[in-house]
C-alpha cells in the first residue's frame, strides 16, 4: 500500500513539473514578445519622464523574471491530492463520446417522425400514436413501426408530400392499416363483379373522385392488382362452390348456346337446385367459347369435363336447352339426365312461324324504324310530339311548363335475338303514329329539296291505312304470347308445372278469341302460330305433367283433353311414390340397424371397463 502511494506521489510530482516548466516556458514567450514590442515605448516613456522629472530612474527590465520565479514557486505550493482530483476530471472528460452531430433527414420516414431535443428519441406523429422510439442513427425501427403498426409502406409515403401531412386535419392522408383497406378492396370487388363492371373502372377519373369523397385514406387498386385478386377470389369462390354442391342430391341444368357481337360462339352452364329452405337456388357454373366447329361432339366433350370438375355428373335429373340440333344430338349421347325444351324458347319459335307470313310488314316497319332512328330525325320527332301536345291538350298558357317536362319517346328497334321485340316495335309505331304523320307532312312542305326527298322517303316507309290495321291486330295477337314469355322465363319460381297449362290456354285462346280478324295477315299469322303450336306441343313430356299434377292451381289436369292420358301420368306417380317409400324405410332400417351395433359395441366396452375397474378395487 506504502509503494503504491509512494509511486503514485511520486508521479504527480513528474506531472507537476513537466506543468511548471510548460507553464514557465509558454510565459517567457509571451513577455518576450511584449517586451519587444513595449521597448521603444518604454524609452518613450523614459525620455518624457526624464524632461519631468531629471531624478526619475529606470527600472530593471528583469522585474518580469522576478514575477515568473514567483509564480513557479506558487505552482509548488499547490495540493497534490487537489491536483491528482483536477486530473482525473479532466481525463474523464477526454474520454466522452463526441457530441452527437444530426445528418440531414433524407428518409421518406421523417415525414411521419420527428425528433427530440438531444436527439436520442424520434416521437412519431401519427395522429393518436405518439410511440417514443430510440434514435440510433438509422431509420430501420421507424420504418418497422410505421409498416407494422400503421400499414405506411415506402411508396405509399412517397404519395404523401410533406406540404399535405402539415396542411391536413389529424391523419386524413395517412393511408388505411392492411385490415381495413382490406375489407374496401373486396367491397370494390363485390362491386365490380356483382354489377359486371369492367376492370378499367378503377381508373375512371369519377370513379376515383367518388371513392375519394368517401373516404380519401384508401388506396384504390389498380386493373391489375383487380384483375389478380377477382382471379384469386374467384378460384376461393369456386372450391367454396365445390364444398356446397356435395350437399346437393338433386340438379337440373340450363344450356344456353349464344354468338356474341362479334360472332363468337359460346356455350353457358347454369345450374339450379332446391335449397333445405325449399328456396330455388341457381348459379353460373361455365361461360366458355366453343371450339370449332362447336358440333354436337364439341359440346359433348365440353359437358363431360365440366360435370366432372364440379362433381355433379350422378346428381343431374334434368337438362333444359334450346332447340338446336348440336345442343340436342350432344345432350341426348351424353344419356344424363333428361332433356327438356325450354318452353320460351319453343314458344318464340312458334310466334316466328306467323310473323313469317308478314314478313313484308315487319321489313317495311324496320327500314322506318332506323330511318327515324337517326340522331337529326330523333330530334325532329320530338319537336313533332311536342307539337300535337301543344295542340291537342294545351288549352291553358299556365300548362306551358308541362311542355319542357314532357318525355318524348324514341322508336324500339326489331331484334331478333331478343323476344317480343317485334311486338314492342308494333306498339311504339301505334303511339307515335300522329307525330311521324306530322314529320312526313312538314318535311314534304320544306322549300329545301333535301329535306322534301327525306320526306318523300318517309312517305314510302310510311305504313298504309291497311298496314296500320294489320299492326293493331297483330298487336292484340301477340299481347297473349308476350305473357305467357315473361311467364315462362321466370327464375324465382319453378316453370315446369304451367308450362302445359299455358301452352293449352294460348292454343284455345287463338280458336276462340281471335276468329273475328279483319284482315287476312292477322289471320294467316294466326292460323300458322296455331298449327305450329298443335305440331311442337302434341306430344307433351310425362315430366312436365308431374310437374303440374303437384302444382295445387292445375292438380286435376284439366288442361288434358284425354282422361287416359291424366289416370296413366297419376299411376306412375303412384307407383314412383311406393319405390321412394320402401328406398326410404330401407335407409332408415339399414341406419337403425347401424345404430344398434354400434350402440352394442358401446355397451360391451362399457360394461368390460366396469369389470376391469371393479377387478383393479378388489385387488
Not at 567 to 596: A, C, G, P, R, W
Request: glycine share 4%.
Amino acid at each position: 500500500m506504502a509503494t503504491t502511494t509512494r509511486s503514485k506521489r511520486k508521479q504527480m510530482e513528474q506531472m507537476t513539473k513537466e506543468a511548471e516548466e510548460n507553464l514557465i516556458q509558454e510565459v517567457i514567450e509571451v513577455n518576450e514578445s511584449d517586451l519587444d514590442s513595449n521597448t521603444e515605448t518604454s524609452h518613450l516613456v523614459i525620455q518624457e519622464e526624464s524632461e519631468i522629472d531629471p531624478d526619475y530612474e529606470v527600472e530593471d527590465s528583469h522585474v518580469l523574471l522576478q514575477d515568473i520565479t514567483t509564480l513557479s514557486v506558487d505552482i509548488s505550493n499547490i495540493n497534490i491530492d487537489d491536483l491528482e482530483a483536477e486530473f482525473l476530471e479532466i481525463s474523464k472528460q477526454s474520454k466522452q463520446p463526441p457530441i452527437k452531430t444530426t445528418r440531414p433527414k433524407t428518409s421518406w420516414v421523417w415525414k411521419f417522425f420527428e425528433l427530440n431535443k438531444d436527439n436520442s428519441k424520434a416521437l412519431c406523429q401519427i395522429s393518436g400514436c405518439s410511440k417514443m422510439l430510440k434514435w440510433c442513427g438509422s431509420p430501420s425501427s421507424l420504418s418497422t413501426h410505421l409498416s407494422g403498426t400503421h400499414g405506411i409502406t415506402k411508396d405509399i409515403a412517397m404519395k404523401c408530400n410533406e406540404e399535405e401531412l402539415k396542411n391536413s386535419p389529424g391523419s386524413s392522408i395517412i393511408p388505411h392499416n392492411y385490415p381495413v383497406q382490406e375489407s374496401l378492396t373486396k367491397n370494390v370487388i363485390g362491386f365490380v363483379v356483382g354489377t359486371v363492371q369492367p376492370l378499367s373502372i378503377v381508373e375512371n377519373p369519377d370513379f376515383i373522385k367518388m371513392i375519394n369523397g368517401f373516404d380519401n385514406r384508401y388506396k384504390i387498386p389498380c386493373t391489375k392488382t383487380l384483375k389478380d385478386r377477382i382471379s384469386k377470389t374467384f378460384e376461393v369462390g369456386k372450391d367454396t362452390l365445390k364444398n356446397q354442391l356435395t350437399q346437393v342430391e338433386y340438379i337440373s341444368l340450363t344450356l344456353d348456346a349464344w354468338s356474341s357481337p362479334a360472332h363468337l360462339p359460346y356455350l353457358g352452364v347454369t345450374a339450379h337446385w332446391i335449397t333445405s329452405d325449399f328456396e330455388p337456388y341457381e348459379v353460373l357454373l361455365s361461360i366458355e367459347e366453343l371450339p370449332y366447329p362447336h358440333g354436337a361432339t364439341e359440346i359433348q366433350e365440353h359437358l363431360i369435363d365440366l360435370f366432372y370438375e364440379w362433381g355433379i355428373e350422378s346428381k343431374i335429373t334434368a337438362v333444359v336447352t334450346d332447340n338446336g340440333s348440336n345442343v340436342k344430338k350432344a345432350c341426348n349421347e351424353i344419356g344424363i339426365g333428361e332433356r327438356i325444351p325450354c318452353s320460351a324458347h319453343t314458344l318464340q319459335l312458334s310466334i316466328g312461324k306467323g310473323l313469317d307470313k308478314i314478313k313484308l310488314l315487319v321489313d317495311k316497319c324496320k327500314r322506318l324504324i332506323i330511318f327515324l332512328a337517326g340522331d337529326k330525325k330523333k330530334q325532329q320527332l320530338k319537336e313533332s310530339q311536342i307539337h300535337l301536345y301543344r295542340q291537342e291538350i294545351l288549352q291553358d298558357d299556365e300548362l306551358e311548363k308541362e311542355v319542357e317536362n314532357l318525355i318524348c319517346l324514341d322508336v324500339i328497334k326489331v331484334n331478333n335475338t331478343r323476344w317480343n321485340s317485334t311486338l314492342y316495335a308494333f306498339q311504339r309505331l301505334i303511339i307515335l303514329k300522329s307525330a311521324i304523320a306530322m314529320l312526313k307532312t312538314t318535311l314534304m312542305n320544306n322549300t329545301n329539296l333535301n329535306i322534301c326527298k327525306e320526306g318523300e322517303k318517309l312517305e314510302e316507309l310510311y305504313p298504309t291505312v291497311y298496314e296500320w290495321k294489320v299492326i293493331k291486330e297483330m298487336i292484340k295477337l301477340l299481347s297473349p304470347f308476350e305473357a305467357a314469355t315473361r311467364l315462362l322465363s321466370g327464375v324465382k319460381y319453378p316453370t315446369i308445372g304451367f308450362t302445359y297449362p299455358c301452352i293449352c290456354n294460348l292454343k284455345d285462346r287463338l280458336e276462340t278469341d281471335f276468329t273475328s280478324l279483319e284482315t287476312m295477315d292477322a289471320k294467316h299469322c294466326r292460323n300458322a302460330m296455331l298449327e305450329d303450336l298443335t305440331l311442337r306441343w302434341n306430344y307433351p313430356q310425362e315430366l312436365c305433367l308431374k310437374g303440374s299434377f303437384f302444382d295445387p292451381r292445375f292438380k286435376s289436369l284439366d288442361f288434358i283433353n284425354s282422361q287416359e292420358e291424366c289416370n296413366n301420368i297419376v299411376n306412375q306417380l303412384k307407383e314412383e311414390f311406393m319405390i321412394f317409400k320402401h328406398n326410404e324405410q330401407s335407409d332408415i332400417s339399414i341406419i337403425s340397424e347401424k345404430n344398434t351395433d354400434e350402440l352394442r359395441t358401446e355397451m360391451a366396452s362399457f360394461w368390460k371397463k366396469k369389470e376391469y375397474q371393479s377387478c383393479t378395487n378388489k385387488g
